[in-house]
């Protein structure tokens, strides 16, 4: 079974290592010690805190009354918004991830996105490639 330390932990959920050590101290996440006595996230329980936290993150987003069927949802912050002619391409910065969207001129205007806007990035793909690391 893999097991990650709590600095790896806390890079796949975004967050600092600090945070992972007070879930782990208040007992939201189990930790184990090591041969060597560092403290350690089993795989499954990390996998199982990492739903839990998401479904945390997308019932205090409060969209209750959006309904799509996208069910990758990356709340983040709008951190470039560049407008062409017709199109535009709109960047995301999630936690760790950037994601980046290109829509329509159109589209950015009528929703009035803008640099330091909270945005929620979703992603719905009919490919998904995973890499083993």
Do not use: C
């Not at 959920?13 to 101290?25: F, Q």
């Not at 996440?29 to 990492?50: E, M, Q, V, Y």
């Not at 969209?63 to 709340?75: I, K, L, S």
């Amino acid at each position: 079974m893999r097991s990650y330390t709590i600095g790896r932990a806390a890079r796949l959920l975004g967050v600092s290592s600090d945070t992972v050590r007070r879930w782990a101290d208040a007992g939201r996440i189990p930790t184990r010690r090591d041969d060597a006595g560092k403290r350690i996230i089993d795989g499954p329980d990390l996998a199982a805190f990492s739903v839990a936290l998401a479904a945390e993150a997308n019932g205090a987003e409060g969209d209750e009354g959006t309904y799509t069927t996208a069910r990758n949802a990356f709340p983040g912050i709008i951190t470039a918004v560049k407008l062409g002619d017709v199109a535009a391409q709109v960047e995301v910065q999630a936690g760790p991830h950037r994601l980046v969207s290109l829509l329509t001129r159109e589209a950015v205007e009528e929703l009035g996105l803008a640099v330091g806007m909270e945005a929620v990035a979703r992603v719905k793909a009919t490919n998904v490639h995973i890499d083993r690391v």
